[in-house]
């Protein structure tokens, strides 16, 4: 295995920009989730995991995020790009299976959630500072899928990672180590499960409801105490520090 590719997204819920290498620390990889959106009215992270109020932040490019006032307009309310996540900072995640049925623009329920459940405080990760996906598993997903092809930007993952494994090799990672290179170890968590995310238009790319539908049918793994879900990939945590390079080898102790 080695390290394909690399990504960071430096406000929550924007488009991400693909890196050659970065330092990676217990906060993840160098300028990951800096920032995040804050909703005033509600005092709530923003997320495009609820599609209906912030689809739109996947128009925007994180990288070079436009200012509050401009933001609040394109998004239709009134928002700040902060940097410190307030006490007990929650955000929305509508049910994904919901919004398959119902489109985007449906008031749909939703769950609530805090974040930073396995990273450090003061971080905008909804679990864990990393999120890893095969090669393997967006390859699988094209072939069960009618477009025939998935983008693994789709996912939003940090690190992807080149496998000749059929299927869903990561699955089979939780709970045991990636040696990343020549320093960096991350120790696996759990499963990611899969929201609406997939399934939105992510700048120039389409709506593609087959990024999450085919993953239901075809990969619903345990979570953790839960019930099994639909998941593509695994988040992790950093056990040693260090620099990543694309085309560093993986090797899963």
């Not at 295995?1 to 993840?28: C, F, I, N, Q």
């Not at 689809?55 to 410190?84: F, H, K, M, N, Y």
């Not at 959630?113 to 997903?141: M, N």
């Not at 940090?158 to 494994?165: K, S």
């Amino acid at each position: 295995m080695h390290l394909a590719t690399l990504w960071r997204y430096p406000v929550k819920s924007m488009l991400g920009e693909e890196v050659a290498r970065s330092d990676v620390t217990e906060r993840g990889l160098a300028g990951d989730r800096a920032r995040a959106v804050l909703d005033v009215a509600t005092g709530r992270i923003a997320s495009a995991k609820s599609p209906r109020l912030w689809g739109g932040l996947l128009t925007v490019q994180g990288a070079g995020a436009p200012g509050d006032e401009e933001l609040s307009r394109l998004l239709g309310r009134d928002v700040r790009v902060i940097d410190t996540p307030p006490a007990g900072a929650t955000y929305e995640r509508s049910v994904p299976e919901a919004v398959l049925a119902e489109g985007i623009e449906a008031e749909v329920p939703y769950t609530v959630g805090t974040l930073g459940g396995a990273a450090p405080e003061g971080t905008f990760f909804d679990f864990a500072p990393i999120h890893l996906i095969s090669t393997s598993a967006v390859e699988r997903i094209g072939a069960l899928s009618p477009r025939g092809r998935v983008e693994a930007v789709r996912y939003r993952p940090n690190l992807v990672v080149a496998t000749d494994e059929a299927g869903f090799p990561e699955n089979d990672w939780v709970g045991r180590r990636l040696h990343i290179g020549d320093e960096v170890v991350l120790e696996v968590l759990a499963p990611s499960p899969r929201c609406a995310v997939p399934t939105l238009a992510h700048g120039s790319l389409p709506r593609d409801v087959e990024a999450l539908r085919t993953v239901s049918r075809h990969n619903r793994v345990p979570v953790l105490h839960l019930e099994p879900q639909a998941c593509v990939g695994v988040y992790a945590r950093v056990a040693r520090p260090g620099h990543l390079r694309k085309g560093d080898p993986v090797r899963l102790a």
